[in-house]
């Protein structure tokens, strides 16, 4: 299973990957990119690790060999940065672990998301939830949701605040936006597996409720007939002739 890169999982590889086997990979995350870390047999020496994966916003993808596994983090949290016209962000994998307000520290995830009335009156949300996301989860999420978009928060436990009174413009529908890391401090109190179980349980039918309007007024659906009118040439010998042929 794939997992976030966290200075916790680096210090981890930093104790291990000299001692594992060739051929041997791990999973992870690293802002958009979906990657994967390997030890390399004896006849790339004297690389010794390799990193692939790809873009998960884009079709770019990344293959390097590495002689160290402090090299390949450092080039992994420098966004591969190859271009010595531009400044790396870390002189050295310290660094990048030592920064506390930097992509290995975010061991939270902020959620977002919109609210939009039928009169495209926007009120956006953001909270934040203990802990990493991972892809897979992230996937279940965004496969559970209306059209790939749609999804009604207090299903799932999540706020749903509008304009404060209800208006006929009002509607139980909120649009996914998205995830990302964060070290901000959690604001509502569930975990990555309840949340993702409670998008999945919601996708066997999200339940619309609509509250009464300010002035006690609820939607009803309603057949409404409608009378076209257009204007024709008929010929005929009189205009009372012509209105008979025209029905």
Not at 37 to 44: A, L, P, Q, T
Request: hydrophobic fraction near 35%.
């Amino acid at each position: 299973m794939s997992r976030r890169l966290t200075k916790e999982l680096v210090l981890q590889w930093l104790k291990e990957a000299d001692g594992w086997e060739a051929g041997h990979n791990e999973l992870f995350e690293y802002k958009h990119w979906s990657l994967g870390i390997h030890k390399e047999d004896d006849s790339y020496q004297p690389f010794t690790f390799g990193v692939a994966g790809h873009h998960k916003g884009t079709a770019e993808t990344i293959c390097r060999r590495y002689r160290s596994i402090e090299e390949a983090m450092l080039h992994v949290v420098n966004g591969f940065n190859e271009n010595a016209n531009v400044r790396n962000p870390y002189a050295s994998l310290d660094e990048a672990m030592n920064d506390t307000l930097g992509w290995l520290a975010r061991v939270n995830t902020k959620i977002s998301y919109l609210y939009r009335d039928a009169d495209n009156y926007k009120v956006r949300h953001e909270v934040v939830i203990a802990g990493s996301v991972s892809e897979e989860q992230e996937k279940a999420i965004e496969d559970s949701l209306d059209e790939g978009v749609y999804f009604i928060p207090s299903q799932v436990g999540l706020p749903d605040d509008r304009f404060g009174s209800v208006t006929a413009a009002d509607h139980p529908w909120f649009e996914w936006v998205g995830i990302e890391p964060t070290a901000d401090r959690p604001t509502l109190h569930v975990t990555a597996e309840e949340l993702t179980a409670k998008f999945v349980d919601a996708a066997n039918g999200w339940t619309e409720s609509t509250d009464a309007t300010a002035d006690g007024l609820r939607p009803y659906s309603v057949t409404v007939r409608e009378t076209l009118s257009r204007s024709v040439i008929i010929w005929a010998d009189s205009h009372e002739g012509g209105r008979g042929k025209g029905g």
